[in-house]
């Protein structure tokens, strides 16, 4: 209960936050808001970037340039690598569960690529890294530009513990990439991975994103990234937050979308 008090006053501050962000835009990274919200323990960044004219806004640019842990953000490089090298199973990569418990729950249950993917099911994606390598992701790594990685590494939690390190700045970098197909991935991964990013379809505007949590690190780091098709540009987003607890986790969703309603990028 005290938990969900915390977050809820918490809530209320960081959308007064934003909403003094948003609306003065010449503020955006003004010393005395940044100041604010290291004072009251929230550590935050967002930047926003358009498709068409190119204008970006950065709130906090300093941390915005700082390199975390991406977590399963990494998820959406993971799956374009997986596909390209043919790692993720026939018949929509379906994977048998192997009766280990696993603390959340529905991990604990046979995976397809989208599920894993939905759920940030780490059994899933260290499965397909192990076919993958050390090799095939250092090279892949290389070639997209894709934040930092710290030899020498483990194959299957290079990105939960911190060997690879990406910027939120980098981050909305990668995803204008993905989106424009910069890399070399095939037109059929290209889609595959288009289809299971799909968070919310309307009239005005259509979001494609993911999350991830950063849990081994005080306070701990919320990412949320990816980016939104409007009728008129496209938008791409990342931003990563201090996590203090739990319940504080929809924040990372919250606090993106209130930004992009300020914006007018959705409506």
Not at 99 to 116: E, M, R, V
Not at 132 to 154: I, N, Q, S
Not at 186 to 193: F, P
Request: hydrophobic residues 40%.
């Amino acid at each position: 209960m005290r938990g969900h008090f915390f977050c809820h006053h918490r809530c209320i501050f960081i959308f007064a936050i934003a909403y003094l962000f948003i609306s003065h835009p010449a503020l955006a990274d003004n010393n005395e808001i940044t100041k604010t919200t290291a004072t009251k323990g929230i550590g935050w960044t967002i930047v926003l970037s358009s498709l068409s004219n190119e204008e970006t806004f950065i709130y906090n640019e300093s941390r915005a340039a700082r390199r975390f842990s991406p977590a399963s953000t990494f998820k959406i490089l993971n799956t374009l690598v997986s596909l390209e090298e043919k790692a993720v199973p026939e018949k929509e990569g379906l994977m048998k569960w192997d009766g280990h418990q696993y603390d959340i729950q529905d991990w604990n249950q046979n995976q397809t690529l989208k599920s894993a993917f939905r759920l940030s099911c780490v059994w899933y994606f260290q499965a397909l890294a192990r076919r993958v390598g050390v090799e095939k992701y250092r090279d892949y790594l290389h070639r997209t530009a894709y934040g930092e990685l710290r030899e020498p590494f483990d194959a299957t939690s290079f990105w939960l513990d911190d060997s690879l390190q990406i910027s939120a700045i980098e981050q909305v970098e990668f995803l204008r990439n993905v989106y424009q197909r910069a890399f070399p991935f095939s037109v059929s991964n290209y889609e595959t991975l288009r289809q299971i990013m799909l968070v919310e379809s309307g009239p005005t505007f259509t979001i494609w994103a993911k999350s991830g949590w950063v849990s081994s690190v005080t306070p701990q780091i919320g990412w949320y990234v990816g980016y939104v098709e409007t009728t008129t540009d496209v938008w791409f987003f990342a931003l990563n937050m201090d996590i203090l607890s739990e319940d504080e986790l929809p924040m990372r969703q919250q606090l993106t979308k209130a930004i992009l309603q300020k914006k007018g990028i959705i409506k």
